[in-house]
């Protein structure tokens, strides 16, 4: 057994395990009727000790009351039979108070059976609430869902053009070394340059040919010779650089330039990967200028 208080009256009262498990430890007060949370207000032992006995001593005082209004009725002849049933009250009023009767006892039992404390109405409250939150959550996300999926149609398309676009733009500007790379390409790069005017050649890499070999000397018939060995050191075809020769004396002073396209040095217009290519060319001189010509120089460049 527990000891409780009513935080209306003060009054303490015993409550067993079977009595808090009827209303979920919620009781009503037999004094003066107010419902409340045993569990709460439950007393240490010596308060529960020092409140039973407040309670026997005020229980104490009602009896010594009583066997006085007792002794004084019968010092006086003068009660009748109407008055005994008001003394009769009285006392079953004054012995409530010490011993509540069984059928008190059956009805504060079943006040507790049918009391629903007011906290257990207000907490389906929350959770209704939380019920409607989640809802109408859900109901969000499934019309944000529903405003994606019909997004329109458009926005897609365009990005999938300026995807597009994109690419073509990157394809055209290393239009040059795909087609090195793949030849087979070749096609495909002259039918997209047609359409907007751009032109297709092979790559211009200057720093990929390289001179490994060359020489000039005088023939016995009194002409020059050329001979150049050019490489490509890359690993896909370039164009075929021009080769300027410049004629010099005896100063290093230039006597006579001359540029030279690769077709008149009998080369193709571009060079396969990682092979060389080799010329030989004879030419002649004015005779005022031959005694002039002691040395050369070749430089390969794109126009």
Known sequence: MQITQCPECHTA???????????????????CGGVFEALLHLESDEASEVAIAHEQNALGADTAAQAVLSRSAE?????????KPTRAKRETATGSTIQPAASDIDAFHDSLLSFVPGSLHQSTSPSNDVNGNAHSHVTANASSSEQVSTRPVWLWLLAALLTLT?????????????VAQEP????????????????????????????????????ADGTYR???????????????????????????????????????????????????????????????????????RALIFYP
């Open 184 to 219: 087979a390409l070749q096609g495909l790069i002259e039918g997209l340059c047609a359409p907007i005017g751009c032109e297709w050649h092979w790559p211009q890499t200057l720093e990929a040919v390289q001179i490994e070999n060359s020489s000039f000397t005088e023939n």
């Open 75 to 83: 010092n006086t002849d003068t009660d009748t039979d109407a008055d």
């Open 13 to 31: 009262f015993k409550v067993s395990p079977e009595h808090l498990a009827v209303a979920n430890g919620w009781v009503r007060c037999g004094r």
């Open 226 to 296: 050329l001979q150049l060995r050019l490489k490509n050191t890359q690993h896909h075809a370039v164009a075929m650089p021009l080769l300027e020769l410049t004629l010099t004396d005896e100063r290093d002073e230039v006597v006579l330039r001359r540029v030279f396209q690769p077709q008149e040095l009998g080369l193709k217009d571009h060079m396969p990967a990682l092979r060389d290519a080799r010329s030989t060319l004879n030419f002649d001189l004015d005779d005022n200028l031959k005694p002039r010509v002691m040395g050369f």
């Open 166 to 178: 994109g690419l073509l733009q990157l394809v055209l500007w290393n239009r040059h070394v795909l």
